[in-house]
C-alpha cells in the first residue's frame, strides 16, 4: 500500500514535468533514418537521393564516409550506378561531432564500417535537431549483423530494408555471399568478390 501511494506521487511529478515542458519543432522534427541490405541493393543510390531531396529543399548536407574505404574515390560517396557527392572521410565516428553543428542533415555511408561510437554519435545529431540518414550493409559475408546495425536499428524512427536479386533464382536476395576466398570480415570488393543470394541458395551453397 505504502509503495502504491509512492507511485502515484512520482506519476503525479512527471506528468507535472511534461506540462512545463515546451518542445521546439525543430528538435521534434529531427530523426535518425537507416537504409540497410545487402550488397548491390542499391543502399547507396537511396542515400544520395535522399541528400539530393534534402539540397534541394535547402538544407544544408553533410556527407561521412569511413576512411577505410577508397573503392571509387577519397572524398566523395559513389553508387554502383556511378551517381556521386562529395564526402568526408574520417577514421572514428567522433569525428563527425567536429563538423555536424554547421549542417541541417548529417549523411553517413556504409555505417557497418563505424566504431561503437556512432551509435552515440547519431543519437546527439539527431537530438540537437538534426536528421541523420544512414545506409550500411545490415549482415556480413556470413549472415552474421555487422558493426553496430543492430543498434542503429534499435534507435532509428524510419528503417528501410532493401533486397537485392539473387544471382541464382532471381528471388529477393538478402545475403551478400563471398566468391573470393579471403577469410577477414572487411574485405572491400565488387562482383567480383560477392553475389547477392536469397535465404534459400545461400544455406544451399553454404551448407554444400
Ligand atoms: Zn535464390
Known amino acids: 500500500m505504502q509503495k502504491l501511494e509512492k507511485l502515484e506521487i512520482s506519476q503525479k511529478t512527471d506528468v507535472n514535468i511534461l506540462r512545463r515542458t515546451t518542445f521546439s519543432p525543430r528538435v521534434k522534427n529531427a ?107 545490415d549482415m556480413d559475408y556470413l549472415g552474421r549483423p555487422f558493426g553496430q546495425i543492430p543498434m542503429l536499428l534499435t534507435v532509428a524512427d524510419d528503417i528501410k530494408k532493401l533486397n537485392s536479386v539473387c544471382t541464382f533464382c532471381s528471388g529477393k536476395a538478402r545475403f551478400s555471399h563471398r566468391i573470393s576466398q579471403d577469410n577477414g570480415i572487411v574485405v572491400l570488393g565488387e562482383k567480383d568478390k560477392y553475389v547477392p543470394l536469397c535465404r534459400s541458395c545461400y544455406h544451399e551453397l553454404k551448407d554444400k
Not at 547507396?44 to 539540397?55: D, I, P
Not at 559513389?78 to 561531432?97: F, G, R, T, W
Not at 564500417?113 to 550500411?136: H, L, P, R
Open 31 to 137: 530523426q535518425i533514418k537507416l537504409i540497410c541490405g545487402p550488397m548491390f541493393s542499391g543502399k547507396t543510390t537511396h542515400l544520395l537521393k535522399a541528400v539530393n531531396q534534402e539540397r534541394s529543399a535547402g538544407k544544408k548536407v553533410f556527407v561521412f564516409k569511413p576512411k577505410l574505404d577508397d573503392r571509387y574515390a577519397e572524398e566523395a560517396v559513389v553508387s554502383h550506378d556511378k551517381n556521386q557527392v562529395e564526402a568526408y572521410p574520417v577514421s572514428k565516428s567522433v569525428e563527425i561531432l567536429d563538423y555536424f553543428m554547421n549542417a541541417d542533415v548529417v549523411a553517413i555511408d556504409e555505417v557497418q564500417f563505424f566504431d561503437e561510437q556512432i551509435v552515440e554519435v547519431c543519437q546527439k545529431v539527431a537530438n540537437s535537431g538534426k536528421t541523420v540518414i544512414a545506409a550500411g550493409l
